[in-house]
């Protein structure tokens, strides 16, 4: 397994670790919220290691990390307009949220999460950097499920660390708090969010942020 260090990283590193990821490979990496085990998603063996190493249960699906709100538009592009609003205010930032997809959009991004998705935006602190990798990537807590969240390198399982090829080390994860994971399914027919776990982001901020947008 090889460490990288986020701020000593050169281009080479980067065209390794892509290739590396393309080729079926996993990694640890950073997020503002804790460290987090990830892949290419429409590599099956890519996805098998992952879940392997996760130790979590094969029908439950794994959310996606794309590099910006127009690559996921662009991807999924059943997403209703309804839900421009509520993405533009809560992306990019510490949450997943849970969105309507048809189950063809799904299987093309590797999903299993049949007629939905879970989806993260790179953070902005890591958006310049993480350009360089085949984003989106499928992307879980580097911790087996039901164990605590690693905030950083040393908080991870020597087990998930042994089935990565390459870790980013960026230090410690800046809100060091999970994310909160927000069903917007039925906002998209007119309802209200549901916020499925509360994490780095407080309810009151979520209810703060789409106010006013449409919902």
Not at 100 to 111: H, I, K, N, R, V
Not at 156 to 171: H, N, W
């Amino acid at each position: 397994m090889r460490v990288y260090e986020l701020g000593k990283m050169e281009p080479g590193d980067w065209s390794g670790a892509a290739r590396t990821l393309r080729e079926g490979g996993l990694a640890c990496l950073p997020t503002d919220t804790v460290y987090g085990l990830a892949c290419v998603p429409d590599i099956p063996e890519a996805m098998e290691k992952l879940y392997a190493a996760k130790k979590r249960e094969r029908g439950k699906p794994i959310a996606l990390m794309f590099f910006d709100l127009r690559q996921l538009k662009s991807m999924v592009p059943s997403l209703p307009q309804t839900l421009s609003g509520i993405l533009t205010a809560l992306l990019p930032g510490p949450v997943t949220v849970i969105l309507p997809a048809t189950s063809e959009e799904a299987a093309a991004l590797g999903s299993r999460g049949g007629g939905a998705i879970g989806a993260r935006v790179v953070p902005p602190q890591f958006s310049r950097q993480f350009r360089h990798l085949p984003l989106p990537l499928a992307l879980t807590s580097a911790n087996p499920a039901g164990a605590g969240e690693p905030c950083a390198v040393y908080e991870v399982p020597a087990v998930i660390l042994s089935r990565c090829e390459f870790v980013i080390d960026a230090g410690r994860c800046r809100l060091a708090e999970p994310s909160t994971v927000i069903d917007l399914r039925h906002a998209a027919t007119g309802g209200r969010p549901r916020i499925l776990r509360e994490g780095a982001m407080g309810r009151r901020q979520v209810e703060k942020l789409i106010e006013g947008r449409g919902l």
